[in-house]
C-alpha cells in the first residue's frame, strides 16, 4: 500500500527549535489507493538513553538508562470522526494537517554520543485495520537556550597557574629543582559555537627538564547515568580540537597566543537531564622526558547559545606563591548561590548554566545565527544516522 508521507516545519528548513517556543508544521500524507484508516495521528516525542557495557565475557554486565522529556499526540483522524464500524475511508490523493506544539522551557539539547543519546522526533502513524501500522519518522533538533549574559561570572577572565617540579629518577629523597611554571589565561570563561577563545600561555622553565611541546586540547566531558543520583556512571572524554605548539628549553621563558575556534558543539548542561550531562574545558600538556610526568593545566570553560556582549576586561589576581596549582579568577559580583571558597583542587567554583530566557525568541537583539551539523558527534550503536545541528555565530574573536 503505497502511502508517503512529509513533514515540515513552518519557516524552519534547518529543523531547530529551541525549548520554551511553540513547534508548529504541517504534515502531508499521500495514498494511490484508497483506504480505510481507524485513526492517523503525530506524536512528538523527546526520550534520552544511556547503555554501556564493563567487564569481559560471561563476567560483563550492561547498564541501561532512560528518561522520557516530551510525549505529545495531536489526531489528524480521530476515532469521535468514525463512521459506522470504526473506519474512515481516505480516497487516494493528497491531504495536508496541521500540528502545534509548545516545548517545555526545561528540555535539554538533541546529543548523540558513543554511549547514549537524547533525541527528539515527530512520528506520524497511520492505524490500518488489520495491517501493521505505516509510521513515519523524522528526528529534529532542540536546543536548550543558555545565555552567556545570564551569568556575570562568565563574562571575567580566567587565570590558571600551575608549578611543577620533578625529582631525579629513582632518587626520590633528593632535592627537587625548581618549578616549570605554567601560567594560562582567556579573556571570558563563555563561549559560543563559532567564536575563537584567545588563549595566552606564560612558561617560565626554572627546572631541570625541558618541554619539547605544549599541547592544547579543548575537551568535551560527557558523564553517562542508570538514573537520578546514580552510582553506576561512565565518563567519556573526547578531544574536540588540538593544537601544539613550540617547547621551552631550560633556563627560558616562553609566550603563547592560541587561537581555539569553536566548532558546532552541543552547549553545556549538567542539570537538565538526569542520565547525559556535558561540560567543556581547555587543557594545556607540557610534554617533558620520560620517567617524569607532564604538567597539565586545566582552564574550565561554558559553551553558550548565546555570546557575550560588551564585553569589559578586569584586573586580575596576583599568583599567590606557595599553592602548586592556584586559579584566579577576576573580582566579580557572583550569584548567591555560588561559593567563593575554593574546593580540595584549589579551584574556585563556576557557578551552573543558566536556564533558558523567558523570551520566546532567544537573539532579539544579535544577528540570528546559522546552524551547522555537530563536530564529534558519534552514535551509539542503532539504526540511527542523525546529527543535531547547533547554532554558529559569526562573532571570530572572544
Not at 303 to 328: E, F, L, M, R, S
Request: aromatic share 10%; proline share 10%.
Amino acid at each position: 500500500m503505497p502511502i508517503t508521507c512529509e513533514v515540515h516545519f513552518d519557516s524552519n528548513p534547518a529543523k531547530v527549535v529551541y525549548a520554551g517556543q511553540v513547534l508548529s508544521g504541517t504534515c502531508r500524507l499521500t495514498s494511490t489507493e484508497h483506504l480505510y484508516v481507524r485513526s492517523i495521528f503525530i506524536r512528538i516525542q523527546g526520550t534520552a538513553h544511556a547503555q554501556w557495557r564493563e567487564g569481559t565475557d560471561e563476567n560483563s554486565k550492561t547498564f541501561t538508562g532512560d528518561e522520557d522529556y516530551l510525549n505529545e499526540r495531536t489526531y489528524f483522524v480521530n476515532r469521535s470522526t468514525f463512521y459506522a464500524g470504526g473506519e474512515t475511508r481516505l480516497l487516494a490523493g493528497s491531504y495536508t494537517y496541521n500540528f502545534q506544539c509548545m516545548l517545555p522551557p526545561d528540555l535539554p539539547s538533541s546529543f548523540e554520543g558513543e554511549f547514549g543519546y537524547i533525541r527528539y522526533c515527530t512520528r506520524v502513524v497511520i492505524d490500518i485495520p488489520l495491517l501493521p501500522d505505516q509510521t513515519f519518522e523524522q528526528l529534529f533538533t532542540v536546543i536548550k537556550a543558555v545565555n552567556l549574559n545570564a551569568d556575570p561570572a562568565l563574562r571575567a577572565p580566567f587565570i590558571a597557574e600551575r608549578r611543577k617540579t620533578f625529582s631525579p629518577f629513582l632518587l626520590c629523597c633528593f632535592k627537587s629543582s625548581p618549578p616549570m611554571t605554567i601560567l594560562a589565561r582567556i579573556p571570558v570563561r563563555g563561549y559560543t559555537p563559532g567564536q575563537v577563545i584567545n588563549l595566552e600561555i606564560n612558561v617560565k622553565n626554572e627546572s631541570d627538564q625541558p618541554a619539547s611541546k605544549f599541547t592544547i586540547k579543548l575537551i568535551k566531558q560527557v558523564s553517562y547515568y542508570v538514573c537520578e543520583n546514580s552510582t553506576s556512571q561512565k565518563h567519556e572524554t573526547i578531544p574536540i580540537l588540538r593544537m601544539e605548539t613550540r617547547g621551552c628549553d631550560i633556563g627560558k621563558e616562553e609566550d603563547y597566543r592560541v587561537n581555539l575556534e569553536v566548532p558546532s558543539i552541543p552547549p553545556s548542561d549538567f542539570s537538565t537531564s538526569n542520565i547525559i550531562k556535558v561540560k567543556y574545558s581547555i587543557s594545556i600538556i607540557g610534554s617533558v622526558p620520560c620517567f617524569h610526568f607532564d604538567p597539565i593545566i586545566d582552564l574550565p570553560i561554558t559553551i553558550g547559545t548565546n555570546p557575550i556582549q560588551d564585553i569589559t576586561p578586569a584586573a586580575n589576581g596576583d599568583p599567590h606563591p606557595d599553592d602548586i596549582i592556584i586559579y584566579h579568577p577576576t573580582s566579580v559580583i557572583l550569584p548567591p548561590s555560588v561559593s567563593q571558597v575554593p574546593d580540595q583542587n584549589n579551584q574556585l567554583p563556576y557557578s551552573a548554566v543558566p536556564s533558558a530566557p523567558s523570551a520566546p525568541f532567544p537573539f532579539p537583539q544579535e544577528e540570528p545565527p546559522s546552524y551547522m551539523q555537530a563536530m564529534q558527534s558519534a552514535t551509539i550503536a542503532d539504526s540511527n544516522n542523525f546529527t543535531p545541528k547547533y547554532p554558529m555565530y559569526n562573532q571570530r574573536t572572544s
